[in-house]
């Protein structure tokens, strides 16, 4: 019985281990156990496990963390910057786009084309950058390698006129210089014309031209200019020539343009086709110069309006608001035929002036009877009823008819 009992409390207190039979019967391996379902994911860690491998994972995330929330402000930092820029851009460009509106009311682009063409270059690029196009670097934009010889504008004033375009004639002009004028000694002496002013000096050097009409526009050109900045001019005849021009308003401007004119080379157009040309009782249309058989008329020709009611106003008390055109322009003594510097030598040729080759032989025996035209005579004559038909001088055809008569001279053999 003691032994019995011995032998339970012994079985009872054996703990079979790893090294026992019963021990590994008890704990068969782990491939022998059924497979449980595996979880995804880094394992648990043991409460009583080591603290660094967490530790590790924590400031992971929170590297990932901080480099996310980084990223995002310096998102938003950019976009606020390229809106600001693009705000800063807009602004650029609507100030250029003012200043190139002023300096087209200054007549920039008459005075000094070369300057108001990159100003305009500087423009387009300006609009193209606000527009997202960025194909031009900023080297372009300072320095463009083309720049257009001749701009277009819409709608600028010039002088009261409406302007379509401005001309390539370059003139840099400094008004400082104006009692200055005559022809330096160190400049090589080739075509250009100069002329000696101011003062009331008959000199002059239209007779230099080679083409009839030009030595006549040139003529003219130089009387109004010496007409327009005498101070002591008659106010009559000064109303008379630029009755048709609104140049009081904008003396400043009208006196450099007509400085340019007048100093123009020989080979340099003496007038502005951006300006108007009033074609007033058919002026330009006479005798057209004609190329490859088709007649070739004045560029933007066309009647006056407002300056014509306005002169016709001052010259009648007439209720001017239902008269018709012809009327004003009986009203303002401007009614007749008239005729621009190339219809005037248009008549002297039909005359026989300027093409004494095609003139009928005289028969043998006959009285022989030569006839010359006092050249100066002649434009000194149609001179004293010239009127300024916008950008191009103007003359009735019964004035110059009676100054071909009375400047001819004929001599019988």
């Not at 819409?154 to 400082?176: A, K, M, Q, W």
């Amino acid at each position: 019985m003691a032994d019995n009992l011995s032998q339970t409390l012994s079985a009872r207190c054996f703990v079979p281990n790893s090294q026992t039979r019963a021990g590994r019967a008890l704990h068969p391996p782990s491939s022998l156990l059924p497979d449980a379902g595996k979880k995804r994911g880094r394992p648990k860690m043991a409460p009583d496990a080591d603290t660094s491998r967490m530790d590790r994972r924590a400031q992971i995330r929170y590297a990932q963390r901080t480099y996310r929330h980084k990223k995002d402000v310096m998102y938003r930092n950019m976009e606020t910057r390229l809106a600001e820029l693009e705000r800063t851009m807009g602004r650029l460009s609507d100030s250029i786009a003012d200043f190139h509106d002023m300096a087209v009311e200054s007549d920039l682009h008459v005075t000094h084309p070369h300057l108001f063409d990159h100003l305009s270059v500087t423009l387009s690029y300006a609009k193209r950058m606000t527009t997202g196009v960025q194909n031009e670097s900023s080297k372009d934009l300072d320095r463009p390698s083309t720049i257009p010889t001749k701009t277009n504008s819409t709608n600028p004033s010039s002088f009261g006129y409406i302007v379509n375009r401005s001309d390539d004639t370059e003139c840099d002009i400094n008004l400082n210089d104006i009692q200055n004028l005559t022809a330096e000694p160190n400049l090589p002496q080739t075509t250009q014309v100069y002329w000696s002013l101011p003062g009331s000096s008959s000199h002059t050097y239209s007779f230099q031209e080679s083409d009839p009409s030009r030595m006549l526009q040139r003529y003219c050109l130089e009387y109004i200019y010496r007409l327009f900045s005498d101070p002591r001019s008659d106010p009559g005849e000064f109303y008379r020539v630029f009755r048709l021009v609104p140049c009081v308003k904008y003396k400043e401007k009208m006196g450099r343009y007509l400085f340019c004119l007048v100093r123009s080379d020989s080979d340099q157009p003496l007038e502005f086709p951006a300006l108007p040309f009033y074609c007033i009782g058919g002026a330009g249309t006479h005798y057209p110069e004609v190329k490859d058989g088709k007649a070739v008329y004045p560029e933007h020709m066309r009647l006056p309006r407002r300056v014509l009611a306005t002169v016709a106003s001052l010259c009648s008390d007439e209720d001017i608001s239902s008269v018709d055109r012809q009327k004003l322009l009986m009203l303002a003594g401007l009614d007749g035929t008239w005729l621009d510097s190339r219809d005037v030598i248009g008549y002297l040729k039909e005359k026989g002036v300027l093409d004494r080759d095609d003139q009928k032989s005289t028969p043998e025996g006959a009285e022989q009877v030569s006839w010359t035209l006092d050249i100066e005579g002649f434009f000194q004559a149609i001179l004293a009823n010239m009127v300024v038909l916008g950008r191009s001088p103007g003359f009735r055809f019964i004035d110059v008819e009676a100054a071909f008569t009375a400047n001819l001279r004929y001599d019988s053999k």
